[in-house]
Each structure stands twice: as C-alpha cells, then as structure tokens.
C-alpha cells in the first residue's frame, strides 16, 4: 500500500473518531444547574441590556431568544410550541389559564435539532394528541412578560396566569410520564415601565391565595431586575 494512501486511510479513521466525539458530545445531558446558570445568564443580560428600551412585545421576545441562542445554540432554542389542555386534569391551575390550548414564549431543548409537533399539525402530529409529550424533549420552558408594552403598568392576572399555566403543565406532565426529567420552568418578569415599578407584593399575595407549583421560578424582583427604564420623550 502506498504511503499517501496510508496516510489518508489514518486521517479518515481520525476524522470519524472525532465525528463520533463530536456526536456523543452533544448527546450529553447537562445537569439541571448548568442549563439553570446558563438560562439565567442570558435573563440578566437581556434584561440589563433591554429593560431601557421601549418596543411591542414581540421585539422584546425576538431580543430575549436572541439571548438563549447565544448560551445554547440556535438549534436549541424555539418560541411558541402549543399545547392543548382541554382534557387535562381538572385542578385550580387549570381553571385560571383561558383557552382549550397554550403556547410557550420561549423554550430549549436537551439535545440539539428542534422538533416540535403541533397536536393538530398535519406534517408532523402529536402522538398523545395535546403536544404535552415535547416536554420530554425540553429543558426549559419559560414565559415572558414585559412591563413597558402595557401602558397601565403590568397585570397581575396575567403574570399570576403565566405561573399557572406553567404549574399547570409540570403537573400533567409528571402524571402523563412519571418518571421523567422535568424542564425547569421560568416566569420572567421585565419590570420595565417608564413611570411605575410593579407591585411584587401584590404579586406574593395573589400566589398566596392559589399558590403555585414551588417548582416554577419568578425572575425579575431579586435576580437581575432592571436598572434602567426607558425614558419617554418630553412633551412640548
């Protein structure tokens, strides 16, 4: 055999070695602390970095999934996958979330390549028939809500719902498919209205009368709040 094919057999060999590393690398399942550091990483700098802006709350979401990809890849990170809830448990979280389905603002998978179905989708359809089965494939599910697009200040029904919905779903999860890693489940909460600061103890007090899932976490009063808002042009 001549030496350059030698070679070249070698090098192939070394090249599919590294592909196979490469593979099993990203079939690693981080440790739940490493994706919460991560997430709330990129909560902090969106926040720090966006909270002076005024913009509709779709800007907003598009900024804030910019921040997830750059912590956990493009193929990591999606918005919106929908879930139907009709014939879920019955359960107070259930009865405070509206609709016979809901979406997600932002979500990261454990592994990376986005599949999502919809439960009515005709490409792609949830086998379970609600879409509650992609929580197997996320490690995070979140909501965002935004401060600055409501121009009376925040609605606490809508955040104290927010939180509900997501109790609601880690719940019916865990029923549906007992036994399987839970997503961790973030409420983040931009308090960024130009003239007033919302009211977290209004807040703690509507929780306190349904409380919540202990396992859905509310970002934005101690972790990484806004420091500056945006300042609303002078009237003339």
Known sequence: ????????????????????????????????????????????????????YLAPEATYQAWFAHYLISQFGIDRVAREPIIKKEHFAESPWKARV???HVRLDAVVTRQPGVMLPHYAN????????????????????????????????????????????????????EAAH??????????????????????????RRRLEDVPADPRVRILGEQFAGVTLRPALPSRT
């Not at 070249?8 to 592909?19: H, M, S």
């Not at 490409?123 to 121009?151: F, H």
């Not at 007992?178 to 807040?203: I, T």
Request: charge should be neutral; include cysteine.
């Open 1 to 52: 055999m001549a030496e350059a094919e030698r070679r070249a057999r070698r090098g192939g060999a070394q090249a599919t070695l590294r592909v196979g590393a490469a593979w099993q690398h990203d079939r690693v399942v981080e440790d739940d602390s490493n994706v919460a550091r991560k997430f709330e990483a990129a909560w902090s700098v969106f926040a720090q970095t966006c909270g002076q």
């Open 98 to 100: 509206l609709g016979n």
């Open 122 to 173: 005709r490409l792609v359809r949830a086998e379970d028939g609600s879409g509650l089965q992609i929580l197997r494939d996320l490690v995070v599910i979140s909501e965002l809500k935004v401060a600055a697009t409501q121009g009376g200040g925040m609605d606490h029904t809508e955040v104290a719902r927010d939180v509900y919905k997501l109790s609601m779903l880690l719940a019916e999860f």
């Open 178 to 203: 007992p036994g399987s890693p839970l997503p961790l489940a973030y409420v983040c909460v931009l308090d960024n209205h130009p003239r007033r600061a919302y009211d977290w103890a209004h807040l």
